[in-house]
RNA sequence: GGAGGGAUGGCUGAGUGGCCGAAAGCGGCGGUCUUGAAAACCGUUGGGCGUUCACGCGCCCCGUGGGUUCGAAUCCUACUCCCUCCGCCA
């Protein structure tokens, strides 16, 4: 959530800040309108409750004195049905604004560029360069389906499209993947690692801001309210939900692996071979709680504990900057990471590392205490570190062998038994 | 699944209808003392919202939502979570 203050005080940079994004809000007039109404009668509701309690002191006074007070008890009885109508009035407003602030996305930092979509991103880093092959290097699909390690049509059979069934050494790449970054982020990045609940409640998915703006998206459970994480960062940033840090425990890293489940409605038809877009993947998530000062100092810290990631397994990436129109719901700033995938010919993202400043916090309470006592919002950040099916495809990609099977990188091999190459098919 | 008990401020824990936002202790912060620290003593110490240039003033919050009452932390009710015992179970 944004500041509620901006809507009141500084309503033209929230209808800027829409504009770059593309998300013309038409009613940010009415939103202006209901913010006046809310004061408004909050302020009256408030001088009636006043008189209120001033008239029930009075009539403990007397009670207690042995006095009567039938009269200042019949007045009470008429101030407090027009307080039960007025509080009607305030909740119907409030709700109402809750509804409208719920769905505006955050404001973009300053160095994020304008822009409309992806070809506005910028690039703000290259690492290393595209291996090259003397043979036509294949896409991880044929790749994964001659070693028989990618099993996709028993997948669809027992679930349906977009779901992967990993075996043997395809089952273990993936899970040497988690463990090493696991292992790379508590060891030497200094993060503590959590294991949280897969789903979650209504109210936490409201706090990281999937809802209720992205309902669409999520699988649900049939008569329950809760949902299948889509990412780690849901239940993790949550953690502290409510809660008031100390400042001297700030910044907190944690990591955490989980699988995410995606519905992935708006991608019907788009990346429908392989590894790229399933409804369930597993990643290793980054998230931090900082205080507002260091949190883009942060953020930057955040993108190479992931980088490193892509670097101890030597292959080429890109980071780039998202630009406004690219830029998702609650973030302020987001680099994503885009792996070179040689057998597809195009970068990949397979990290997104954001700032969401305190538009997370702000909608999950959670905060944080300063010197001389006051409380305040705490900065949320969250990166992937990374997506682990999406490094499978690199390592697959960018590791074949002429003869069909896959190197394994050399970081990954305490991880896989020692064996230096997956073999190849027989 | 069955039976019972509980939820109060950072923590422990009083409070069963009328200055209770809430005793007390611990912790935290400030001070006295000390070369410094500890101990002791004194003081201070929840959050949110509204209003105000500010001092301040007002409203709300005792798990959550409803209800009773002139008045609720205290009574009723539903829900949530936690604990104990029994059953079942990876």
Redesign the pocket.
């Known amino acids: 959530m944004i500041d ?1 203050k901006l809507i009141r005080e500084n309503i033209d940079l929230v209808k800027e800040s829409l504009g770059k994004r593309g998300d013309a809000f038409v009613n940010l007039a009415k939103l202006t309108d209901i913010e006046g109404q809310r ?1 408004k009668l ?2 009256e509701s ?1 001088r009636m ?2 008189e209120k ?1 001033a008239l ?2 009075e ?2 006074k007397l ?1 207690k004195a042995g006095a009567d007070a039938a009269g200042q ?1 019949e007045h ?2 008429t101030i ?1 049905k027009d307080i039960e109508e007025m509080e009607r009035r305030v909740k119907a407003v409030e709700k109402e604004w809750e509804d409208m602030t719920l769905v505006i996305p955050n404001i973009p930092h300053d160095t994020v560029p304008v822009g409309t979509g992806e070809e506005d991103n910028t690039v703000a880093k290259v690492w290393g360069e595209k291996p090259q092959f003397d043979f036509d290097p294949l896409a991880h699909w044929d790749i994964g389906e001659k070693l028989d390690i990618l099993d996709f049509k028993r997948a669809a059979k027992i679930t349906g499209s977009r779901f992967t069934l990993y075996k043997s050494y395809g089952a273990l790449l993936e899970r040497a993947l988690i463990n090493f970054m696991l292992d790379l982020h508590t060891g030497e990045h200094g993060y503590t690692e959590v294991l949280p609940p897969f789903m979650v409640n209504r109210e936490t998915m409201t706090g990281t801001g999937q809802l209720p703006k992205f309902e669409e998206e999520l699988f649900k459970l049939d008569g329950l309210d809760y949902f299948l994480i889509p990412t780690a960062e849901v239940p993790v940033t949550n953690i502290y939900a409510d809660e ?1 840090l100390r400042e001297d425990d700030l910044p907190l890293k944690y990591v955490a692996y989980t699988p995410c489940f995606r519905k992935e409605a708006g991608a019907h038809g788009k990346d429908t071979r392989g590894l790229t877009r399933q409804h369930q993947f597993n990643k290793v998530e980054l998230v931090k709680f900082t205080a507002p000062e260091t949190s883009y100092d942060e953020l930057e810290g955040l993108l190479l504990d992931a980088e490193d990631v892509l670097k101890r397994l030597n292959i080429h990436y890109r980071v780039s900057l998202l630009c406004t129109g690219d830029l998702g719901f609650s973030s302020a700033k987001t680099y994503d990471i885009e792996v070179w995938l040689p057998g597809q010919n195009i970068y990949r993202e397979i990290s997104s590392c954001s700032n969401f400043e305190n538009f997370q916090a702000r909608r999950a309470k959670i ?1 944080y ?1 300063k010197q001389g ?1 006051k ?1 305040d919002f705490v900065h949320t950040l969250n990166g992937s570190g990374l997506a682990i099916g999406r490094t499978v495809m690199a390592v697959m990609e960018n590791y074949q062998a002429k003869d069909g099977g896959i190197v394994v990188p050399e970081a990954l091999r305490p991880y896989m038994r020692g064996i230096t190459k997956i073999p190849a098919a027989s």
């Open positions: 509620p004061r909050i302020q408030e409750k006043s309690n029930s002191n009539i403990a009670k008890i009470l009885r407090g008031i905060r205490r006592g409380t």
